[in-house]
């Protein structure tokens, strides 16, 4: 479990609106290392402040200059209407790893935007 917290290299699946109108699309990621892999979620506000291009690029340079990078984990859950969706379960690091690979993830379900902080 600790593992799933400390991956690094990301992979961009999708813009889906969230419930906070533009500032809430959430654009998903799967972090995949040598033992687990794990979902996480940025903003279109967190990209921003990451550079330009596209979203795997911004975060491969803000993991090789920083060395880390705070992200929502997401997981699929139920929504209040009963229905499935993708919500954020809580905050990850992700550190720069060597032995990872990068593979896209298409979300089939609705994405909810993170709380605001």
Known sequence: MVLRRFLAGLALVAMVPG?????????????IGPRDEVTIGLTEAELARLGSGPGVE??????????????????????PDGGTRFAPAGRVAILRSESLRIEPYAATLPVMAPPAE
């Open 19 to 31: 419930l906070a109108g533009a500032e809430g699309r959430v654009s998903l990621f799967k972090v």
């Open 58 to 79: 911004r975060i491969a340079r803000a993991l090789v200059a920083e060395g880390r990078l705070t992200a929502w984990r997401y997981a699929v859950g139920r929504a």
